[in-house]
């Protein structure tokens, strides 16, 4: 009985680490802006393509920003991505519904005019845990509206992560660089007018240091709490192995 019970309690264990490691990171930035020089800025393009890692496939979620500074920052991530070599990405038309990111390593949303319903929330969510990359712009504080739509997405997701509604610096300015992954070979990268981002762990930050891009895992249990879950389950596999010896 208790062979059982330890076999039993090693492929639970299994399944939870394998579902852990799978789970996809989420990238948040308080700035769109970052986009509108992907055709000239290698720190840029660096950033992007670290953010897509060793994904081959694309959705951008085609929005409309309530204001026109913003310029179509959807068309220009498709169009870098598309740009490099052995990938392929598609202007996602919405509303976001089960297995419209079915085929897609990286999601990316751009300031969105439209808020988040409950099917795109679990669909997200589903792409997430199967390993796919969620990469969010918002922007500065005359976006309140996009940044809600992001935040409350980010909120149904259980992030600790938001934007927030404020302005850093007007014009391009170069990018404080944090150091990490996802920011390998993005030196000189540039910025303008971001929101700040809380939570996560930052990546860019402002000229004043204020966090502007950050990045989190999804939905990952502490190693203690698997650890702890693991010890409980074999406590009770042994009492239940004694009742029944």
Request: hydrophobic share 45%; charged share 10%; proline share 3%.
């Amino acid at each position: 009985m208790l062979t059982k019970v330890l076999k039993s309690l090693a492929t639970l264990a299994g399944t939870l680490f394998l579902a852990t490691a799978m789970a996809g990171p989420i990238v948040v930035s308080g700035d769109s802006n970052i986009a509108d020089i992907l055709d000239s800025n290698g720190g840029n393009q660096a950033f992007f393509n670290n953010v897509l890692g060793g994904g081959t496939s694309v959705a951008v979620l085609s929005t409309t920003p309530s204001l026109c500074c913003l310029g179509n920052a959807d068309q220009l991530i498709v169009d870098h991505y598309n740009a490099q070599a052995g990938v392929s990405a598609t202007l996602l038309g919405g509303p976001v519904m089960a297995g419209s990111l079915a085929a897609y390593d990286l999601f990316v949303v751009a300031v969105p005019e439209l808020a988040f319903g409950a099917a795109a929330v679990a669909e997200i969510s589903s792409f997430l845990t199967g390993g796919g990359t969620l990469f969010l712009l918002g922007d500065n504080g005359a976006f309140p509206g996009e940044n809600g739509n992001l935040n409350a997405l980010l909120v149904a997701l259980g992030s600790a992560m938001q934007i927030e509604n404020v302005t850093l610096n007007a014009g391009f300015n170069l990018a404080q660089i944090d150091a990490h992954p996802l920011t390998t070979g993005v030196a000189g990268m540039q910025y303008a007018a971001a929101g700040g981002v809380t939570g996560g762990t930052s990546l860019l930050r402002s000229l004043d240091g204020t966090t502007f891009a950050a990045v989190e895992s999804y939905n990952v249990p502490e190693p203690g709490s698997l650890a702890l879950i693991t010890v409980s389950l074999l406590g009770l596999g042994l009492m239940r192995g004694r009742r029944q010896s």
